[in-house]
């Protein structure tokens, strides 16, 4: 089941894509689920090393 539910970085709580009172993008509220069997795992480890040394 998907989450509707998403937060934004000023804290308020929505149900829409940007944030009704900063205007900003919202993030959802549950993260990814994981799996051991994660196929791409190596290449976002890698992508986010990357910017990070950024």
Not at 44 to 54: I, L, V
């Amino acid at each position: 089941m998907k989450s509707l539910m998403r937060r934004c970085s000023c804290g308020r709580y929505t149900l829409q894509e940007a944030c009704p009172e900063c205007g900003s993008s919202v993030d959802p509220l549950i993260p990814p689920r994981y799996s051991p069997e994660d196929r791409f795992g190596k290449y976002r480890r890698r992508a986010k090393r990357e910017m990070a040394e950024e």
